[in-house]
């Protein structure tokens, strides 16, 4: 079982969502919250990170984690929102090249985590097409992400974006017409897989 927000979750496959292929030329409109500014990382921002994950209730970070994820950050591709009042760093999200012996040029979109004091105005869905502009520009043709089923307000963030479920199998296919059942968004499994084909 999974405590996430205070619940408990039995432990289920986790979902992945992709980049619509007709979609690769885009440039998404960057905006941000009023009294929030936005930047890549700087030497220093590991340990307010690791504040961020937990936060963000995953599991804790340790060395060998970051190294292992500071190994596939793309150049320009881990973003911090500041708070301008504290300086604070309140929100984070990395960019993971993740090649996997099928297409070549795929990304990940990782670690997004916003503090709870800090929810509510955006700044998930703001990062994440950061994020997602910063794959666009560098040519990734399989831009993707992975997360828990219970991760409500990260699937809605991402769909959001734009982000569009995989569904490949009947068991997905039954997760995601639950998800969206409980977002309130429209369940399209035959258009999502146009969009969300293996590119080559
Ligand atoms: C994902 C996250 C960054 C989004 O933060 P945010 O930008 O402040 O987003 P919000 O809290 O406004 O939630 C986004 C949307 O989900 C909705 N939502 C939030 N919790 C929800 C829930 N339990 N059930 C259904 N919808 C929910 C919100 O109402 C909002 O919808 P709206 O945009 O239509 O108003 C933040 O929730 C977070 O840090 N979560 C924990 C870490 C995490 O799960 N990361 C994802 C890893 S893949």
């Known amino acids: 079982m999974a405590t996430f927000e205070g619940r408990t979750f ?12 007709s979609r690769l030329c885009d ?3 960057e905006t941000l919250a009023d009294g929030y500014s936005i930047r890549t990382y700087q030497l220093g921002d590991e340990h307010r990170f690791s504040e961020l994950m ?7 970070w340790d060395e060998g984690k970051l190294t292992y994820n500071l190994n596939r950050i793309i ?36 670690w997004l985590a916003c503090d709870p004091n800090h929810r509510g105005k ?6 994440a097409a ?3 502009n910063r794959f666009l520009a560098a040519g990734y043709s399989k831009i993707q992400l ?4 219970y991760r409500l307000a990260a699937i809605k963030t991402y769909l959001k974006v734009g982000y569009m479920p995989v569904v490949n199998s009947d068991g997905m296919r039954a997760m995601w ?3 969206c059942q409980s977002l309130g968004w429209d369940f399209s499994p035959r258009r999502w897989r146009a969009e969300t084909i293996e590119p080559i």
């Open 10 to 21: 039995p432990e289920k496959p986790q979902l992945t969502m992709r980049w619509p292929r």
């Open 27 to 29: 440039h998404l409109p």
């Open 54 to 60: 937990q936060l963000g209730e995953f599991d804790p």
């Open 75 to 110: 150049p320009e591709g881990w973003f911090f929102i500041d708070c301008t009042c504290s300086q604070l760093p309140v929100a984070t999200a990395m960019c993971l090249h993740n090649y996997s012996g099928d297409a070549p040029f795929t990304g990940d979109v990782g």
């Open 122 to 127: 955006g700044l998930g869905l703001q990062i």
């Open 130 to 132: 950061f994020a997602t």
């Open 146 to 149: 992975h997360t828990e089923y």
């Open 177 to 179: 017409r639950d998800t």
